[in-house]
């Protein structure tokens, strides 16, 4: 079964760091351009940043210079390296394909408090 599984999240003071993993299984991995989003309270699921398959990636204006996405293909993993994070970045993140979509995995919490 083709699927994603994230871990990472947590909870964490503002300026603190988290970094987020997601797994993912399939042939097309290495094709697929991956993308973590994030779910606010209240807000529709949004994009955080995506990475192509030549690394090539592109972030939302809110977490440009404080988030860091990467891949590995060899391990089917993605990541998230989130930095000086803000209250507001608290929601549920997930990882998905954007070029071959998987199933919508459980996602990972991160709290940031004041």
């Known amino acids: 079964q083709v699927q994603v599984v994230e871990s990472g999240g947590g909870l964490v003071q503002t300026g603190g760091s988290l970094r987020l993993s997601c797994a993912a299984s399939?042939?097309?991995?290495?094709?697929?351009?991956m993308a973590w989003y994030r779910q606010i309270p209240g807000k529709q699921r949004e994009l955080v940043a995506h990475?192509?398959?030549?690394?090539?990636?592109n972030y939302a204006d809110s977490v440009k210079g404080r988030f860091t996405i990467s891949r590995d293909n060899a391990k089917k993993m993605v990541y998230l390296q989130m930095n000086s994070l803000k209250p507001e970045d608290t929601g549920v993140y997930y990882c998905?394909?954007?070029?071959?979509?998987?199933?919508w995995g459980q996602g990972t919490q991160v709290t940031v408090s004041s």
């Open positions: 998905n394909g954007r070029t071959f979509p998987y199933s």
């Open positions: 990475i192509t398959s030549g690394d090539i990636t």
């Open positions: 399939g042939s097309m991995f290495s094709i697929n351009v």
